[in-house]
Structures are given as C-alpha cells and as structure tokens.
C-alpha cells in the first residue's frame, strides 16, 4: 500500500476544511476519495474536487473505495460511527471529544480489536511547539517535580449569535455539554498528556451564565494528584478579549507559557533542596530567566493528519493514539459531576452512572433553544475550530 | 496637639524596623516618645535613640508619655493590647493582620467606642499605586462589572530555617495559621477593598505541604460572588521563585498586575454588550492595549504611619481604618474552616465557632516544632515585613 485512501463523514467546519485542503492534494500518500455529509447541499457545495460524494455514512464506509475515513460528525455520533469504521476494518481518525461520555468512550475504544488498524484523535494542539518542548522538559526530569499547574484558558469567547447559530448547540442532547466539551477538549487533553491524571477534581461549573443555554459556560476545577501536587484550570466562552496562560511551579523553577512566549524563571537549586539547606529564612534560590525557543504554533490539523497517513504506510507511532481521547472526557465529565453534586470527585469516575445521569439531564431538559436564522456572515464558521 | 508622641511595643522585625526610622525623625510631627519589648536585650539594642524604654507595655501605656500606640507584637496580642490601648484613650495602629480570628476581631473593634481616637491598622499595600489605580477604575465603573478575578501569590517562599528560627512561628498557638495568617494579610485585604466581601468560598489548604509545620502552607480558595462573578486566590511559601500575578476579567476588558507592569487590554465595547449585538459568532470587541502608569511600590509603611499622623492632627481620612481589618481575618478563617470541613463556607462566617474550632487546635495539638539555634545570618530578618 503507497496512498491512503481517505474518507470524510460530517462536512461542517472541520470536516469541510480537510475536504478542502486533502483534495488539493496538501498531504502526500493521502488521497481524499469519498466525502459524507446527510445534508445534500451541504455535500454538493463542498470543495471536495473528485472525491465520490454520499448521503449515508454506512454506505461509504463499506463502498471499498476508501481504507482510512475521518470522523468529524456532532460529538454524540462519534461513538456510532467510529465503532461501525473499526468494526469494518477502516483506519479511523476521530475528532474531538472522542464520544461525549465515558462509558461511550470505552464502548469505542472497546471496537478496536484489530491493532493493525490505525485508531487516532484529532488533538491538534499536541503538534504545538510550545507543549512538546513542555512534555519533553517534564518527561526528562528537566522540571523535577511539578507542585503546582494553572491553566487559565479564557480566550473562547463565543457570541449570542454563535449559540442561536445551531439548535443542537450547547445543550445536553446535542453536544453532551458546553465549553468543557465543546472548546476545551484540547487543553483537557494537553492538561492529563503533560501532567497525567489526578487524583480528584473540585469542579464549580455555572450553567448559562453568560449566554442563554443550558450547560455549562463557565469552570473553574481544582484537581490533586496523588503526589500532593494541585491545578487550577479556568474556562469560559463569556470573556473578551480572554486569557490563555499556562503556568508550572516546579521545583527546577516555573514555566509560563503566553501568548507567543515561553519563559522558564530555573532554579540553578531546586526549591526543595534550598528548602533544606539555606541558612537564611528568605532567600530564593538564583534562577536564570530563560526563553525557549517555541515559536509558531506547529502542523496543527495537517499534522495529525500527516501523522495518521505514517503510521498507517509507515507503522509512525501516532501523536494522539484515541484511545488516551477517554481521559480529557473523563476529566470534562468529572468536572461536571463535581458541580453537579457540589463535591470533590475522585477519579476513575463510574463511567456508567455518570451516562445515566447525562440522559435523565437529555430526558428532562425543559429548555427551549434559540435558533435564530443566520444573518450574512453569522453562520461562516470556516475560520473555527 | 501639633505632634504626635508615638510608642511602639514589639521590637521585632515591624516595630524595630519603624523605631529605626521614626527615631531620626523621618516622619514630620510624629515623635517615637518611647518603645517597649519584653526581651531586655533586644530593648537595649534597639536603634530607638532617646525613646524612653519599657519592658512592659501596660506600663508605657500608662505611662502619659504618648498619645498614639503601634502595636507590633506577635499576632494574638494585638487584640489583648489593642484593647487596652484603646481604653487607654490612645490613638492605636495595629500591624496585620488585626487579630487571629473574626470573634477576637469583634472584641478589638467593640472597644473603640471613642471615635475621635484614630485607630488604624498597617495595611501598607493599599499605598501601592497599581492597587489605587486598580481601584479607582473599579470603583468609578469604568471597568464595568467585574466577572472573574485571579491572584497567584505564591512569591512568599520560606526556608526550613525561616520555621525553625521561631517556636511560635506556624504554629496554632504562635500564630494562629500559617500563609494566611502570616503572610497573605495584605493581599487578603487588598482582595476585599478592592472587590468586597464574597459570599461564600471553597478552599483546600495544604497543611505542612512544603515544610514541617502543623499549619497550611499551600492554599487555593476559589470563591463566588452573589452577582455571580467569582475568584481564585493561590498562595504557598513553598514555591521558588514564585508569581505575583492578579488578574481581573471585566466587561471593559482584563487588566493585569504582574512585575513593575499594569495592563489594561481595554474592550472598545462590553464584551456584555458585543455579546449580545454581534452578528457572527466568534468575534470579538476591538481592544487598546494599554500600559497604565503605576511604577514604583508608594510609600508603604512609611505612608501609613503618615497617614495615621495627619489622620490624628488634621483629621484626614484613613487609608486602612481597623474595622476594615476584620474582613480579611474572617476571609482568612472561612478558608481554613472551608478546607477542615472539606465544604463549601459562606458568609458572614460564625466567628464564635471558629473561635472554638481553633482553641480545640491549640488544645490538642501534639505537634513538637524543631527550632535551631540561629546561626549567623539565619536569625536576620531585618528585611522582612
């Protein structure tokens, strides 16, 4: 096999923008050779060049025309479809969240059977300079031990217009939740790629605060490790112009990374052996203030999708294997069941009372939906990921 | 009256660091008239020039030599000789935090009955230009509603020497906490003048995370507004370097207080505003970048005991008036009280219970502090406030 021959369920902005680029050939030995979408303008619009075109997801998937599909349907379908392509056989990349729960997480890990197929998430983010110099520093013992994680990632602002942009938007039937599952996946899953899973997470969400919808749009969530270590992430799609800083206090010193910078204030001393040793009561270890160079934001999207043709031709170790897609889900649900019940909640969550939990929210929703009818440029969502 | 005749008790790092200066008559019209420490040789080495010196403090209260008091003791006396101070008839200063916990707060602010007495508390951060500025913006609405606030404070690193060099220090007996009591009372303040009083919060203290003592030395406390903006407040002596980093999310945009630097990135429109007026989705207010003029740290201790001067013989209003000590002493409280019972507090918090709560601390703990012989340079604190 030379070329992978690639198809593409769910023509929305993500699905769409692949289509877009894989046609005219951006990636070598991954050929675009089928596009899915159920809405048939939608599919006849799409800048998809030749690729054969389908209304049926089922159809496609078993049409012999392609070996490997992307899965960039609403998250809820990601489960049901990525089991039907593992269960045909398909090299199968999904997009994120990988299913919107848990237990759906481990309904779809579960279908991969074969480890000949090639099974990845689209976590982009873990292409990004910045973090894979940060996980190379870590996993090194460069840092030494982490003590403390903040991740303030505020920039998602998201407008009325945005939600009243698609009625399955942010409620519990459509997407399962609302920036936790929506926006921040991708730091969720850098937070547990970086710093692995904690212990136990304090989560307080607030439902519709700033927007009229009926999950959560803004979190902050305390989690503990079992070493003693703590983290703070922070989220909202309610704040403008937003922030998106990530700092690490570790005994080596502390690492921020913001906007275009990372800068590492180091320890030529850890914290932990000047602790000890310093004869004084106020003195700090001498650091050095050093920028990494981590500049421009990586391959992103192209990347993982260059990355899934290599290992599939090349046996490449993938970038984001989907099955490590459960933990950024068990973390958003974690954070979403401690608010909910107002407590701290440890980890592994119980996957299947927190789905039945999520389909009495679904089964007793109340709330009316918004949609309103896009106006111009309100519904070009091209440039979002 | 066209001076004040001060005296100090406590010849510790505070009072004798304020001996120091008033005795060369830094500050116009405010006299150091006598100084008091229990310790006679730390009395006779005082650099307190011709103070009369006492080794008891009731004694130099009486005593008709001065009309105005600071009071500089270790944390539990301040209320016991404040309240005397103020019995006494004397204008009084205390040093942070006021008292240990809100019911002795109470006791201390109940005995200023006079109020033609000024009675103040050294607050010296509220002179810093940032936190004016910060709170001139705040208060005149040009920030607009505030929606999310974050302070890491974690810049208050302790040796193992800076614990071992005191067997009062960190203990429930000596101080009656740890990071919050010792040194977080002036952000703690800051926090409540500059935002007011939450209505509840949730906090999880570390207790001898860092180092081997029986009170919290790591602490994060998220709290809640009832207009439903919210806050994270981070602090440890365990952290080297360390951040000092506020942030403050708000209609008009986020300002930023870190370093030597204030920045205000300044939404042209609310983002309450943009939110629900913009036709696309993902857009956002256009912002000005700007720096804000707030060099240098004001005139800190020095101010405060000029403004208790001028507050005296001209009647000028007061930068930190006691009473406004009790909120972050009750902030403070509800945090540790939060983390005993590992729930959520909300205030005002029932002061005679905590009262309770902590004399149970002190009355059973069994915790043996190991305290060093200074050696050298160890026991010079001169440098600390």
Redesign the interface.
């Known amino acids: 096999m030379d070329e992978v021959k690639l198809g593409i369920i769910g023509l929305g902005n993500m699905g769409g923008h692949y289509a877009g680029r894989l046609s005219k050939g951006e990636i070598k030995r991954l050929r675009l050779a089928a596009v899915c979408d159920r809405d048939e303008e939608k599919l006849k619009a799409a800048d998809a060049g030749d690729a054969k075109r389908f209304t049926d997801a089922e159809e496609m998937l078993k049409s012999g025309l392609i070996d490997a599909v992307v899965i960039a349907t609403p998250h809820y379908d990601h489960t049901v479809l990525g089991i039907k392509a593992l269960e045909l056989g398909l090299h199968t990349l999904v997009e994120k969240p990988i299913s919107v729960h848990k237990a759906d997480c481990e309904r779809l890990i579960a279908a991969h059977t074969n480890k000949d197929q090639i099974f990845a998430a689209m976590f982009n983010q873990r292409t990004d300079p910045r973090y894979r110099k940060l996980k190379e520093l870590i996993d090194s013992g460069e840092l030494g031990k982490i ?2 994680i ?1 991740w ?1 990632i ?1 920039d998602w ?6 939600y009243a ?1 698609g009625g399955w938007r942010a409620t519990w039937g459509g997407e399962g939740g609302g920036v936790l599952l929506n926006q921040c996946p991708h730091q969720i899953d850098l937070w547990q790629w970086l710093f692995g899973m904690p212990q136990k997470v ?1 989560a ?1 969400c ?1 439902v519709g ?3 009229d919808i009926e999950v959560e749009d ?1 979190v ?1 969530a ?1 989690m ?1 490790y079992a070493d ?1 270590s ?1 983290g ?1 992430f ?1 989220t ?1 799609t ?6 998106n800083r990530l ?1 690490i ?1 570790a005994e080596r ?2 690492i921020v990374i913001e906007g275009d910078t990372m800068k590492w ?1 180091r ?1 030529e001393v850890t ?1 932990t052996e ?3 040793t ?8 001498e ?1 050095w203030d050093i920028s990494l160079p981590a500049s421009g934001r990586g391959e992103q999207h192209m990347g993982i999708l260059k990355n899934f043709t290599a290992a599939i031709l090349d046996k490449a170790p993938l970038i984001a294997p989907a099955e490590e897609g459960i933990h950024s889900v068990e973390l958003a649900n974690g954070m979403i069941h401690s608010s909910d019940i ?1 407590e ?1 909640v440890s980890f592994p969550l119980d996957g299947v009372a927190y789905e039945t939990a999520l389909k009495k929210k679904i089964e007793t929703s109340t709330f009316v939906k918004k949609v309103d009818q896009p ?4 519904s ?2 091209s ?2 990921f």
Chains 1, 2 share one sequence.
């Open positions: 003590n403390r903040n303030i505020t602002f998201r407008t009325r217009q945005y942009s304090r307080f607030q605060r700033f927007h803004d902050t305390y503990e003693g703590n703070v922070i909202t309610g704040e403008a112009p937003g922030t700092e206090a010193g502390r204030l320890n914290s000047w602790c000890e310093c004869e004084t009561g106020f003195a700090k270890p650091t107002g701290t106006k111009g440029a309100a070009n969502m440039n979002t």
